[in-house]
Nanobody
Framework: QVQLVESGGDLVQPGGSLRLSCAAS????????MSWYRQAPGKERELVAR????????NYADSMKGRFTISRDNAKNTVYLQMNSLKPEDTAVYYC?????????WGQGTQVTVSS
């Protein structure tokens, strides 16, 4: 059974940091590119960052460049999102996504709230 389980979401003050984790199981993690998406209330889901299957290539949405870092540990079947200098507009549910060819899986999401 395929599972992607996100964790690490929390309430944080502006300027703070959080590290999200996504633990994968039920598929060959190292064969899949992994991404983080987010969806704020009333808005469409948007790509935050993507990392290639081996971890050698990363891409970020423009508004996250320099503040967020995606990484993965294929030995632990886990992908991470380090988020620094958080802003209120980063408030959203953050989702983990795995993709390989036509196969794609989603996690259930973790809430990140940035507020003073």
């Amino acid at each position: 059974q395929v599972q992607l389980v996100e964790s690490g979401g929390d309430l944080v003050q502006p300027g703070g940091s959080l590290r999200l984790s996504c633990a994968a199981s039920g598929f060959t993690f190292s064969n899949y590119a992994m991404s983080w998406y987010r969806q704020a209330p009333g808005k469409e889901r948007e790509l935050v960052a993507r990392i290639s299957s081996a971890g050698g290539s990363t891409n970020y949405a423009d508004s996250m460049k320099g503040r967020f870092t995606i990484s993965r540990d294929n030995a632990k079947n886990t992908v991470y999102l380090q988020m620094n200098s958080l802003k209120p507009e980063d408030t959203a549910v953050y989702y983990c996504n795995a993709r390989s060819g036509l196969a794609a899986y989603w996690g259930q999401g973790t809430q990140v709230t940035v507020s003073s």
